[in-house]
């Protein structure tokens, strides 16, 4: 094992010593901490997205049954948050989230235990319901695009407008809604980068940590740019996917 451990430390340094000869300064590869911060940085930031994209989709979907509900008391709070969330900075939000609220927050649970909540938890909820927003009218456009004679067939089998909704509506809607959430859910990859601002060790964090010890910044943001590169691309591909699996015979093409 120590052979096989030094063989490839050799390696990775003649790879560190061959690109830097066109100017690129990756010794950090070679410094087990920096590498361990920066490969644990990854880990978190794939973490945050996974997280974000299960709260966006599940947020999604409550603030769509709301803004198609016939009730004015729940689709005209929905509409107010969906209209505030949509057009103020998603930075501006986790910092009040963070510096308002988190820090009220604490103070209120002072005396029982401290505040449970920490930075991811923080970056994961505003993110989450943030581009849950977006999903949102993407999934309302979509379930208003449901033709009138199936929602009138399943009325004629029974179904209360709930049923609907949740039977008929819902899965029809996300086929509709499906190129629309897959940009969103890119765009939410890219927005995790956000969580740095507030110290949450992700990839971004991770990469600053290292930069301004080791005055590389160039070579970490292409680091940054391949790793975000490769995760959208295999996101719009797993969407591309789920297109063709869930499109239905008669919609669509």
Not at 13 to 28: C, P
Not at 59 to 67: F, Q, W
Not at 145 to 152: C, H, K, M, N
Not at 186 to 198: F, Q, Y
């Amino acid at each position: 094992m120590s052979g096989s451990t030094q063989g490839l430390s050799h390696a990775a340094t003649s790879v560190v010593d061959a690109i830097s000869r066109i100017g690129l300064n990756y010794s950090f590869v070679l410094a087990p901490d920096e590498l361990a911060s920066f490969l644990h940085g990854m880990l978190v930031t794939l973490e945050l997205s996974l997280v974000t994209a299960l709260g966006s989709l599940g947020a999604g979907v409550a603030l769509a049954a709301l803004l198609t509900s016939q009730r004015p008391a729940l689709a005209r709070p929905a509409r107010v948050f969906v209209e505030i969330t949509r057009n103020t900075p998603t930075l501006v939000q986790l910092f009040c989230a963070f510096l308002v609220i988190n820090m009220l927050l604490s103070e209120a649970l002072r005396n029982l235990g401290g505040n449970p909540l920490t930075p991811f938890i923080w970056s994961a909820i505003v993110i989450s319901l943030h581009k849950g927003a977006f999903h949102a009218e993407a999934l309302r456009a979509g379930i208003e695009a449901v033709p009138r004679t199936t929602l009138e067939a399943a009325q004629s089998l029974g179904f209360s407008r709930r049923q609907r909704l949740w039977s008929v509506q819902l899965p029809l809607a996300l086929r509709y809604a499906l190129p629309a959430l897959v940009n969103n859910m890119v765009d939410l990859v890219k927005m995790t980068t956000v969580a740095s601002a507030i110290a949450v060790g992700d990839i971004t964090y991770a990469s600053i940590m290292i930069w301004t010890q080791r005055d590389n910044v160039l070579e970490l943001m292409i680091l940054i740019l391949l790793f975000f590169g490769a995760l959208t691309f295999a996101i719009n591909r797993a969407g591309r996917w789920l297109e063709v699996r869930l499109r239905m015979p008669g919609y669509g093409h």
